[in-house]
């Protein structure tokens, strides 16, 4: 079964602190993604990584930055975390074609205080 | 630019009611594809899914319908017979190649549907 796992489902940080969000995947996929989900938004792509070392802008890219060491690790980093970034984080995998269905993991709500 | 609109925000039925989830996209593009996605309260986006702009066939899966209409750039979702475990958070998505090697994916904002037994 496609596996994608998050490394919390709930985080509380304080104002200022580095924060680290990761997600591997088990199913070999080349790409990666993080979406934010916020009430009345819907999904926001912050970063995507369509190979190992290799990272793009999403929509929604300031205040975060992302690794990707290994194929299947993929992390986002707040470096300095804000109350504006309280939300749920959804980390996605895809293979092959661009316009291939993404598989998700089961999110990571992150609170900011 | 590209869109995907849900515009029901949040819908309620009764359990074994039948419910559609409308969904209305715009792209420039020839090719695209639509997807559906369900989130249910644990939180994981579950894909339903997929289907091409060259394909307007309908699909059924069990409870589940999907009507394609390039006509009226729409992508409905009909649930049939409805049971509380399908009460959820659904997203329409939408991805077209938008140049320079880049594909664009969009998603809707969502709908919740709740089905009360």
């Known amino acids: 079964d496609v596996k994608v796992t998050q490394s919390s489902r709930y985080l509380v940080k304080r104002t200022g602190e580095k924060v680290f969000l990761e997600c591997v995947q088990d199913?070999?996929?080349?790409?990666m993604f993080w979406y934010r989900q916020d009430p009345g938004l819907g999904l926001r792509l912050i970063y995507f990584s369509y190979d190992v070392k290799m990272k793009e802008k999403g929509d929604i890219p300031e205040g975060y930055s992302v690794s990707r060491e290994k194929k299947e690790r993929f992390s986002l980093i707040l470096e300095s975390a804000s109350t504006n970034q309280t939300s749920m984080y959804l980390c996605a995998s895809r293979t092959g074609s661009s316009y291939n269905e993404q598989f998700f993991g089961p999110g990571t709500r992150l609170t900011v205080l | 630019a590209q869109k995907v609109t849900q515009a029901q925000t949040e819908i309620s039925v009764v359990e074994k009611e039948d419910v559609t989830l409308d969904c209305v996209y715009e792209?420039?593009?020839?090719?695209?594809?639509l997807f559906w996605y369900k989130q249910p309260p644990s939180g994981e986006l579950v894909f339903l899914i997929r289907r091409n702009s060259f394909d307007e066939q309908n699909e059924i899966s069990g409870r589940y319908s999907w009507n394609f209409q390039k006509s009226t750039s729409s992508f409905n979702f009909t649930i049939t017979a409805s049971q509380v475990v399908d009460s959820a958070v659904y997203f329409c998505?939408?991805?077209?190649?938008?140049?320079?090697?880049?594909?664009?994916?969009?998603f809707g904002k969502g709908t919740k549907l709740s089905v009360i037994p």
């Open positions: 199913m070999d996929h080349e790409n």
């Open positions: 998505a939408l991805i077209s190649y938008s140049g320079a090697g880049s594909y664009q994916l969009t």
């Open positions: 792209t420039r593009d020839t090719t695209y594809y």
